[in-house]
């Protein structure tokens, strides 16, 4: 009796100690969304710098996955097959942007990649600034929202069995062919998803652009700007519409997770 009394007791404050926890989480974004929702809709018919701002940021953040796709997956291979020469070290430092405070990051950008570096004079010969450009946005969103794709890859790869591409060499294919057909279809579920987390952190980058480039704006640093320049009433429509389009990613990630589950039962 008191094995059962102490049971239900511990299982009613695991429940609470939940129920607490989700209500701090779904309490700000609830009564934004109320506040600001139906607003944020409408002016998203009408409000020529919203519509801006949110193509501006949806562009960015496409253009920094695609990169990061593209330059990080081969990394994230040799991440996960031990191929990287003092691998710990690289891993290291590819995940430290994930623990650096993101106007630190902008700074840390500014200083690379500004006017007066090395770097931002090469790019400015050729036409290419940095500093208040959607190029400058970019970059901030692939240096904050990359280490989340590459590190995601990285265990998605490590799942895929190494046996599978030693038995396609063994038929001739060459290491890279059998990477490419073997083991990125066999991670591919899981390659996609760490694409949408990227796609979804890029977009809600604010510390790191907000220092590199404040114009253009992107949709986080408009819902800042307004907020400063006229008031809280004013930004609630923007940060509104930003919560509404963040389901978008979370609900293709489930979507993903959902059929990579399905098929792993199946299999």
């Given amino acids: 009796m008191t094995m059962r009394v102490t049971h239900r007791v ?10 607490v926890l989700l209500a701090l989480l779904a309490l700000p974004v609830g009564a934004l969304v109320l506040r600001g929702g139906l607003d944020g809709l409408r002016e998203l018919g009408g409000d020529r710098e919203l519509q801006q701002s ?12 695609l990169v990061a796709v593209a330059l ?13 020469p003092a691998g710990a070290l690289v891993g290291a430092l590819v995940e430290l942007p994930l623990l650096i405070p993101h106007p630190v990051a902008g700074i840390a950008l500014l200083l690379a990649f500004g006017r ?33 794709y590459v590190s995601a890859a ?23 062919r059998a990477v490419r057909r073997v083991t990125l279809p066999l991670a591919g579920r899981g390659l996609s998803s760490a694409a949408v987390v990227m796609w979804a952190r890029a977009v809600s980058e604010f510390g790191a652009i907000v220092i590199l480039t404040y114009n253009p704006k992107v949709a986080s640093v ?22 509404l389009l963040a389901l978008v990613p979370l609900l293709v990630l489930r979507s993903l997770r959902t059929n990579q589950a399905r098929a792993e039962r199946a299999w």
């Fill in 54 to 65: 949110l193509a501006l940021t949806a562009i960015a953040a496409t253009t920094a996955t």
């Fill in 10 to 19: 511990a299982t009613t404050g695991v429940v609470g100690g939940a129920i």
């Fill in 222 to 243: 408009l819902s800042y700007d307004r907020f400063t320049a006229t008031g809280l009433d004013a930004s609630l429509p923007v940060a509104a519409v930003l919560v």
């Fill in 116 to 148: 007066a570096s090395p770097a931002g004079e090469a790019l400015a010969r050729i036409g290419l600034g940095v500093v208040g450009s959607p190029l400058g946005i970019g970059l901030a969103m692939l240096f904050v929202a990359a280490p989340l």
């Fill in 154 to 176: 990285r265990e998605s790869i490590a799942r895929v069995d190494e046996r599978y591409e030693a038995v396609a060499r063994t038929l001739g294919d060459t290491r890279w």
């Fill in 72 to 84: 990080g997956t081969p990394l994230a291979y040799l991440l996960a097959r031990d191929r990287m």
